[in-house]
């Protein structure tokens, strides 16, 4: 079961949800797809609110409780991803049927927000372009993100050129369309809209990166900021500005590695540290602050929430993997 965060007046409860999607599958367990109505929309019982679902809260380190970054924002029966780390497509299968959450099942998975282009955020990219496919997504991905996602594309398609004509010609008679990408390489700005939600990309900075990005997205009920990887930056607490959540990255300077030059640059100049995370957060105002890809180095996550809670006041949590906002 997944663990879903109700933020009430009162605070933050955690509670567990039981969801059953044994309605109208096609295939076994959470890969399949709900019964739909006549509208189109899922029978299976959702929140009209837009969630917010923690699909992976990692960093490089591979921590078994901690998948690579990956969020998704759930709008009226569809999922907007942000980042693509190691184990999204099997992350959303776990959201989908743990949280109840039909719009996370693989062939509804269309549409992808990538922050930079750091492997961490991108390994998963090659499967959401061809699980979702393999389950009959009926669709070409879209995928938005830096300049040089385009070629990373290409690549991974180059890469798989055998898997597709094997799938395509061969007996499985996969689909002409669900393995396809429409890549965008963007500018900051408003980079997409429809009738659930509006994104905004605005430029965050993440040490040598010519470009990496934060998303604002905005719907009818919430506006939700996501930093993506950055050291501090104004135009994240521009971006949030009581924002109703701001999830952000941070790192732990007590880490024995700060000793090393090298690695004292380096996530100065890369990443967030919590006196930073917490002067932020001051200025941006948001009704709740979820910290995720939490750089440990070595020390227990509690001496980092130490920190953060001596210069932070606000409303917050530490993100864990399929947790809903």
């Not at 009209?48 to 921590?63: A, C, E, F």
């Not at 040490?207 to 990887?229: H, L, M, P």
């Amino acid at each position: 079961m997944g663990r879903r965060l109700l933020v009430t007046k009162k605070g933050i409860w955690s509670v567990a949800i039981v969801a059953a999607l044994m309605v109208g599958w096609v295939r076994t367990g959470a890969e399949t797809g709900a019964k739909t109505g006549a509208a189109g929309q899922s029978t299976a019982t959702a929140e009209n609110r837009t969630q917010v679902v923690m699909l992976g809260s990692g960093t490089p380190v591979p921590d078994p409780e901690r998948s690579g970054p990956a969020v998704a924002v759930v709008v009226n029966g569809r999922a907007y991803l942000v980042d693509c780390g190691p184990g999204v497509v099997r992350q959303t299968a776990k959201a989908a049927k743990a949280d109840g959450i039909p719009a996370l099942i693989s062939p509804k998975l269309d549409i992808v927000f990538i922050t930079h282009l750091h492997s961490d955020h991108t390994v998963g990219y090659p499967d959401l372009i061809f699980s979702p496919w393999v389950m009959e997504r009926p669709v070409p991905l879209e995928a938005y993100g830096p300049h040089g996602l385009k070629n990373m594309t290409a690549h991974i398609e180059q890469a798989w050129e055998e898997d597709i004509r094997i799938r395509r010609e061969g007996l499985e008679q996969a689909n002409a369309a669900g393995y396809k990408v429409n890549a965008h390489e963007i500018s900051p700005g408003v980079i997409f809209r429809d009738e659930n939600v509006k994104v905004t990309a605005f430029l965050v900075k993440h040490g040598s990166w010519k470009e990496a990005y934060g998303y604002k997205f905005e719907t009818k009920d919430r506006k939700i900021v996501i930093s993506g990887d950055t050291a501090p930056t104004e135009e994240v607490v521009k971006a949030c500005d009581g924002c109703d959540l701001l999830l952000h990255e941070v790192y732990n300077p007590n880490g024995k590695q700060m000793q090393i030059v090298h690695w004292n640059q380096y996530f100065k100049t890369f990443h967030t540290s919590p006196a930073e995370l917490g002067e932020i957060a001051r200025r941006a105002h948001p009704k709740l602050l979820v910290v995720y890809h939490e750089v440990l180095l070595g020390l227990p996550q509690e001496d980092l929430a130490g920190q953060i809670r001596s210069n932070y006041s606000g409303q917050w949590v530490s993100a864990k993997d399929l947790e809903v906002y």
